[in-house]
């Protein structure tokens, strides 16, 4: 505590800041570590693990027959924005059924019209009419008829998004060579809190890329704030997309990581094949807070870096135990520069990302939520689930904000069956008559009212 303070009132006489995060000679070379230049002086960190292959011929057919025999899916839905900021959506297409057993917690059912308030999330009578009028009361006898009320104008809305297309969703086994898992991290994280997930899924067969973000784990640190910002960090990830990216690939997200995996699935459609998302708030643009600590200068956050330490571990794992804290130093949690930490936290801004992008996504994603997180309410990762088209959320009681690092085995299991899961479109189909159908497609039309007042 007391090296910080020195250290942090030297960082405030000399302008410059302490503890920089610098790129380091890897420690397992042979072990997957790649060092990648994005851009010029831009180098990241990542760990590429492709396991042994077997034979060329045979895995080229059999890959092949996996990705022709996946259940194409009808996605449809009317997105549709009025001036005062509401928004409502319109499921017309399919409806999927999860057959995942670790995600009975959210499986999508179908339903009849619901509206949806974020405020309190009630529900109300189902009408697919956004602004539905009661029925008129009828006068008790030997009462005149009131004057009719003025006819209200119907409102005309500011922006209207179609969405209707077909997608084709399929089981993705390790022994498949067109499928690539990307792990991204958080704000002060590192690849090293995916160890566990990167370890399972390597040795099932799976080509697993995980890089450090700019400032993070052995990534190059450039001291200019605009080299924190969320667009030049989701172009840093752009580029290792580019170049690991496979036919079929899955993003994985933690916390901040969520908005870089949005983004490349927003980008990408026919590439990203699934998306997971652990912990990663609602889908609310972004926008960084003038009141948070993270405003102070570099050297004042270095001073107080003990203390976030603490804090970070008191609300990030549900417990605080010997072995969280030797998990948070394995895993380089909050191991970065004043300086990153404050340049990261104020250039989350994003307003691209709102509930309309995200209500665009037409791929499978899988909501994980550590029920004793204090750093993402449960509320927001409900509100995820209701925006998206395809998506199913899955609660871990005894898990925090850092849940795959708490319980690995739970949810490398998780996500180890959700890359496994494929719709079964056929039972839908062949178990029903035409007028069964014509009511089905009617029950699932979902609406949404949201006014959009909430932050991330």
């Not at 994005?38 to 180098?43: A, C, F, L, N, T």
């Not at 005149?144 to 500011?158: E, S, Y």
């Not at 690939?249 to 652990?278: Q, R, W």
Request: charged share 25%.
């Amino acid at each position: 505590m007391l090296t910080s303070i020195t250290e942090g009132i030297l960082c405030c006489l000399t302008g410059k800041a302490a503890s920089l995060v610098l790129p380091l000679e890897s420690s397992e070379p042979s072990d997957g570590f790649e060092f990648v230049e994005v851009k010029p002086g831009r180098v990241l960190r990542v760990r590429h693990i492709v396991p042994e292959r077997q034979p060329i011929e045979t895995e080229k057919q059999d890959s092949r027959n996996d990705s022709d025999s996946g259940s194409s899916v009808h996605c449809k839905r009317k997105i549709t924005v009025y001036r005062n900021g509401q928004l409502v959506i319109e499921n017309l297409g399919d409806v999927l059924h999860s057959e995942i057993l670790q995600c009975q917690d959210g499986d999508l059912e179908p339903c009849s019209t619901v509206e949806v308030e974020l405020a309190d999330y009630k529900e109300i009578a189902s009408s697919p009419d956004p602004n539905p009028v009661p029925p008129p009361v009828p006068p008790p006898p030997g009462e005149h008829k009131p004057a009719p009320p003025p006819r209200r104008r119907r409102r005309k809305p500011k922006r209207t998004v179609v969405i209707d297309s077909k997608r084709v969703i399929s089981s993705c086994k390790g022994t498949h060579s067109d499928v690539a898992l990307f792990f991204v991290h958080g704000v002060g994280g590192s690849l090293d809190i995916w160890s566990s997930q990167l370890d399972f899924f390597s040795r099932l067969g799976y080509e697993v890329i995980a890089p450090d973000l700019a400032g993070h784990g052995a990534s190059t640190a450039p001291q200019i704030a605009a080299a924190y910002t969320f667009y030049a960090l989701a172009e840093d990830l752009r580029a290792i997309f580019k170049r690991y990216a496979r036919k079929r690939n899955i993003l994985i997200g933690h916390s901040y990581g969520v908005s870089f995996c949005t983004f490349l699935a927003h980008e990408y459609p026919d590439l990203v094949h699934k998306v997971v998302m652990i912990n990663g708030g609602g889908p609310t643009a972004l926008e960084p807070s003038l009141c948070s600590i993270f405003q102070l200068p570099s050297c004042v956050l270095h001073c107080l870096s003990p203390c976030l330490a603490w804090s970070f571990l008191k609300a990030g794992f549900a417990r605080q135990g010997a072995k969280e804290k030797q998990l948070l130093k394995q895993g380089n949690a909050f191991n970065v520069s004043p300086f990153v930490l404050r340049a990261m936290m104020s250039g989350q801004y994003w307003p691209e990302g709102d509930e309309v992008y995200h209500a665009e996504l037409t791929v499978p994603i899988l909501l994980v939520h550590g029920m004793c997180d204090k750093f993402v309410p449960m509320d927001e990762d409900q509100r995820m689930a209701e925006i998206l088209l395809f998506a199913f959320l899955k609660v871990i009681e005894e898990g925090s904000h850092m849940v795959m690092m708490e319980c690995p085995d739970t949810v490398n299991t998780l996500l180890h069956e959700f890359f496994l899961w494929e719709p079964d479109m056929s039972r839908k189909d062949s178990s029903k008559t035409d007028t069964e159908k014509t009511v089905a497609v009617s029950d699932t039309l979902h609406t949404l009212k949201i006014n959009k007042v909430m932050d991330k």
